[in-house]
Each structure stands twice: as structure tokens, then as C-alpha cells.
């Protein structure tokens, strides 16, 4: 059973914006701090946001993390984006107490071109 449904990837032009959506359950929502990552064709997958105010340096200033409770998406505003950003995004939601991802989404593909 899938947990995390991210949507909204694409291609888009440099200096351009998505908008990326991960549609969860209340439970996993509520409990779970979701953060975001992203894998790069031939890099390891590395945090972009996560919780309400953490980002990598890479992308301060131009991607937002946002939640909403009542529907239970969470969700990564992307403004002027660059080809470097080009990367599969995922949602991931990590367990509180363990420390550990227990939750993944499937992935969708982000395309910058320059």
C-alpha cells in the first residue's frame, strides 16, 4: 500500500517554478515529521526541506516547504529554478522517535532546462 503520493513534477525552464504535491494519511501526517529529498542522476539522494523551516543551502531563499493539515499534503514551492535542481523529488515521512525514514514516496522527476 503506497503512503506517500507526490505529484506536480515536470519540465520546466530555468528561472521557472513547480509547485510539488505528497498526499499522505491523517495518521502519518500528524505523527511524522515529512521532509523532502531529491536524487540527481548518478548522486545519492540528499535533504532538500524538511519540518517548517529547514533547508539545504542549495535551495534557501527559493524552494518553501508548506503543509495543510486538513487534506494531509505536503507540499515544495519551487521558484527560480536552475538545471542543477534537475533530480527525482521525494516525500519522505521520518518516525519521531526512532529517528528512521519509515515511509517513501515513489518519486517525481524534475526536468530544468537551460
Known amino acids: 500500500q503506497v503512503q506517500l503520493v507526490e505529484s506536480g513534477g515536470g519540465l520546466v525552464q530555468a528561472g521557472g517554478s513547480l509547485n510539488l504535491s505528497c498526499a499522505t494519511s491523517g495518521r502519518i501526517f500528524s505523527n511524522y515529521r515529512m521532509e523532502w529529498f531529491r536524487q540527481a542522476p548518478g548522486k545519492e539522494r540528499e535533504f532538500v526541506a524538511g519540518g517548517t523551516r529547514d533547508y539545504a543551502d542549495s535551495v534557501k531563499g527559493r524552494f518553501t516547504i508548506a503543509g495543510d493539515s486538513a487534506k494531509n499534503i505536503l507540499y515544495l514551492q519551487m521558484n527560480s529554478l536552475k538545471p542543477e535542481d534537475t533530480a527525482i523529488y521525494y516525500c519522505?515521512?521520518?518516525?519521531?522517535?526512532?529517528?528512521?525514514?519509515?515511509?517513501w514516496g515513489q518519486g517525481t522527476q524534475v526536468t530544468v532546462s537551460s
Open positions: 519522505a515521512a521520518k518516525s519521531p522517535g526512532s529517528g528512521k525514514y519509515d515511509f
